[in-house]
């Protein structure tokens, strides 16, 4: 049965949805991974760069082969241009410093025909005799691949068969629409050892080289899991699956004490996975003419959530373009002038579309702030919080019949009661509280615009902030922690002094986030996108202030 | 297995718990009114209002239980009226679980603060000390909100319809009555500047 779910994934996933696992086999096999391509528009070259355990550079190129067999035919066509480059030129990356010329491998998950031996064989006969016997080339095909996935994830099929319905349910997805963060997240917790290991009845902490292989397994599980949304390169899907993913290596990482260090893998490809499904989506953006979405009847209906799905995409270009300009100004990415163009154009022109239909907006609209405030006048991004604020404080006063709802919810669980489609009311009631008030007050507070303040106050101290603190840090990075932990609700005790505002507003520790977090600014506004209620008003603000130094 | 009809059934036990609500919520009486919110996460809750108070609060289970005879060999006999009666009393039944949850959670929170009635009070100063104890709030127009007066029985209610009948009648009771609410305007006022920000 587990070999047929691998069989299964592995006849059907793209070069994309195995690549990640691919490169958490080579580095259980010993190799150091120095680059992952990212499937943009704008990347090129060989697809895997990295360093065999004897000191060898090795370069991959991966492709899906839809059918499971390459064709002499295919072959020619796609990968015969490939080759050559693949094999002869020179690796160029900083951290590939040996002198000794790369091994190159074409890596796919199907077999090749009989045909293709040959050819591949003549290619290294040719280069042979022409005296370059090192530029030759050598494949993995599908047994192989499936013989070291298989090895990697033994431990979670072997324990979790429960979870086997979570896992087919998501196989069986048609990819189109949204993630079901909590079945992956079940996945997740079965497949990472979060409970301590019974030897001799004496509980025992996890190891380094349990919890490493358990993020290999974890991260097959996942690329596997979400492979129908990579088909369908449903790009805000994958960004969320590998949030998740990172956020859980996090949690068992804080659990264990790991040394960072030591997990650094899992983190950089769940990072990079992130950051390239961010860019694949701003690919698509920058394709289209128009942002709708649907066929027939669906298109028809496609306006009642046009604002929320460009709200959406404001904030996840948002942390892309964010991203991007910190990885150009350290240096491991390219400029690309009419992507930063468009990245621009877009925040700027669709941010008159934001629709606040609930409070798991609010990080969306937060991380376009975040890059607008690099080039729109401050004025703007700054008034988005007094905005933010009026509309929380209009919708969800005490008495309010039409509160936002608090960030559990999402578009799919809240739009049909926003939209008057649900008949029965949500037995869940949002009036005179909100997650994200206290954390934009005090940002608005930041401003210094004193007298716009004080006409916004008198509602704010109206409504409670309300925060969750679980009962050990590590739980801050799972989905949801039902039946641990505190739910607070503070009113603000007057007097009201300004100066007290501004000194609760300047402070930026972060107390309520986890010091593993800290680590990471940008992932925990990655984080909130996915997991909007793991908001905390000093998060916040530290936020905030991290993203202030760029 | 013998053939099943899920979907059907499934909806069938849908409007089941509709009704339950319905009966639930008017056994609730004037407490069907507090909208109910989900603890997403966390056992426990936290409350720290505009005083500087605190409260914390863990959730309370509450069961109710029904007994529905009926012989399982005689199953096509069973009547719509029986399993009707069965949901009517899980209902009450946990209505009145709550009800008594959230009196006792009231009595224990106006106690702590001593926000109770001086029990050698008797009629009209009874009831002038409950009004000067609890807290009123003022529309725009500086107008009291509306009043509720959960009372254990009809007698008492008709009890406290003669007090404000009498309050209302009796010059002296009224200026009083007015006195106490001009007080409590003061005091909403109050609270409303307390809610601005000052340098």
Known sequence: MIERLLETWLNKANE?????????????????????????????????????????????????????????????????????PLVSERIVHP?????????????????????????????????????????????????????AFKELQADFWATNLHNLRSYLELLTEDGCGQLPKAKLCSLFESALPFEAKVEKGRKKKRTVGECTRAFAGCAIICASAISQYTGQSNHLAE????????????????????????????????????????????????????????????????????????????????????????????????????????????????????????????????????????????????????????????????????????????????????????????????????????????????????????????????????????????QFFLLSNRGKGTSHTRFLKPPHKWEKLRTEAEECEGKDIPAIMKRFPLLYSCLLMVMPHRVSASGLRWLATEMDKG | MLPDYPKVKARLVEKFMDRMKLVHKAHLSVFAEVPPTIMHEGNRHVLTREDGSVDEMTPKRMEAEATLEF???????????????????????????????????????????????DPNKKGVEAFFDGMEKRLLDFDENGQPGPTQFLVGSEETAGKIRDILRQIMETPELRRRYDAIIDKKREEWRDREIARNVVE
């Open chain 1, 239 to 474: 960004f969320e699956a590998w949030t998740l993913f990172f956020s859980y290596t996090l949690a068992l990482t804080e659990k264990w004490k790991l040394p960072l260090s030591k997990v650094k893998f899992a983190l950089d490809v769940a990072q990079e996975a992130i950051y390239s499904s961010l860019g694949r989506l701003c690919d698509e953006l920058m394709k289209r003419e128009v942002y709708v979405q649907g066929t027939a009847l669906t298109l028809l209906a496609d306006a009642a959530v046009y604002r929320v799905r460009i709200t959406h995409l404001l904030g996840l270009m948002g942390i892309y373009g964010f991203w991007r300009m910190s990885l150009i100004r350290d240096g491991k990415e390219t400029v690309d002038e009419a992507r930063d163009a468009f990245l621009r154009k877009f925040c700027a022109e669709k941010s008159k579309l934001i629709w606040l239909w609930g409070e798991y907006a609010i990080p969306q609209i937060l991380a376009l702030n975040f890059f607008a405030s690099r080039f729109t006048p401050q004025r703007e991004t700054e008034g988005r919080y007094f905005s933010l604020i009026h509309g929380i404080t209009r919708q969800n006063h005490p008495k309010s019949e039409h509160a936002l709802a608090n960030p559990y919810y999402d578009p799919e669980m809240i739009l049909p009661h926003l939209l008057g489609l649900e008949g029965k009311p949500l037995e869940d009631s949002f009036a005179g509280s909100s997650y994200y008030l206290e954390g934009l007050m005090h940002l608005a507070v930041r401003t210094n615009y004193k007298q716009s303040m004080k006409m916004v106050f008198p509602e704010i101290t109206r409504i409670g902030f309300h925060s969750y603190v679980p009962e050990e840090p590590w």
């Open chain 1, 95 to 147: 951290s590939i410093t040996s002198p000794q010329h790369h091994r190159s491998f074409i890596v796919i998950n199907g077999d090749f025909d009989e045909e293709v031996h040959r050819a591949i064989d003549d290619f290294n006969q040719t280069n042979a005799r022409s005296g370059y016997p090192e530029r030759k080339v050598e494949t993995i095909v599908k047994g192989q691949l499936f013989q």
């Open chain 1, 16 to 84: 994309r949805s195995f690549q990640i696992p691919f490169c958490h086999w080579l580095a259980y096999t010993g190799h150091t991974v120095v680059h992952m391509s990212r499937h943009c528009a704008m990347e090129m070259g060989k697809d895997i760069l990295a360093i065999d355990p004897q000191g060898v550079p090795c370069a991959y190129q991966l492709k899906g082969v839809d059918g499971g067999r390459m064709t002499i035919g295919e072959w020619r066509r796609e990968l015969g241009q490939q080759i050559h």
């Open chain 2, 71 to 117: 012989d399982m060999r005689k199953a096509e006999n069973l009547e719509v009226s029986q399993i009707l009666k069965l949901i009517d009393t899980i209902a009450e039944g946990l209505a009145k679980e709550k009800f008594k949850v959230f009196l006792q959670t009231m009595d224990e929170a106006v106690t702590k603060v001593g926000n109770v009635v």
